[in-house]
């Protein structure tokens, strides 16, 4: 089971404060580095242009060994599970776009033989949150990797909602409740 968002945020905040905290002593936690990245580097329009201008690009298939989707930096390929909608297809491409801008230093696999991969784990998973939930990021990237727009939240619905014609836009809510 994928962690809360409030558990995601204690988790960030205790890594947080644990860093600055042996920072002062002088050391630096590895997982450090990822924050540093994405500040210094953010995920934006112009570094989702730069992967596509690169070669990467997003492949729906089910021939790999993740749950969800996997970074494959040999062949600048995201490869997404067929059967991911909505929100866990989308939450999965940023993870993975996390890992193929940042680099192998953010693997959160065990077998990538580091130390930290499990702190990566929550702060990729963390970040690809919040990124995903930038409406005009989302739309840019759903278009740039050339996906089909899907609508299963209030985001996804004001970005979408004049794109995905064909889908009923969740016809279990009224549309007061969309709005703001």
């Not at 599970?81 to 940023?94: A, N, S, V």
């Not at 702190?119 to 840019?140: C, D, F, Q, T, Y």
């Amino acid at each position: 089971m994928l962690p809360t968002w409030l558990d995601l945020e204690c988790t960030i905040l205790r890594l947080k404060e644990n860093a600055y905290y042996t920072i002062s002593f002088g050391t630096v936690k590895p997982y450090m580095k990822l924050f540093d990245m994405s500040i210094r580097s953010p995920i934006n329009q112009e570094s989702i242009d730069q992967m596509i201008s690169e070669g990467w690009r997003a492949v729906i298939s089910d021939e790999m060994f993740a749950k969800y989707g996997v970074c494959r930096f040999d062949h600048k390929e995201i490869r997404l599970r067929p059967e991911l909608g909505g929100y866990r297809r989308d939450e999965t491409l940023f993870h993975e776009i996390i890992h193929a801008f940042y680099g192998k230093e953010t693997a959160d696999t065990k077998i990538s033989g580091l130390p930290y991969w499990q702190e990566n784990g929550k702060i990729v998973e963390w970040m690809s949150r919040k990124l995903r939930a930038n409406p005009v990021l989302l739309k840019h990237v759903i278009t740039a990797f050339k996906l089909k727009p899907q609508i299963y939240d209030k985001i996804s619905y004001m970005v979408f909602s004049d794109v995905s014609n064909t889908q009923t836009v969740l016809p279990f809510i009224s549309e007061d409740i969309m709005m703001d």
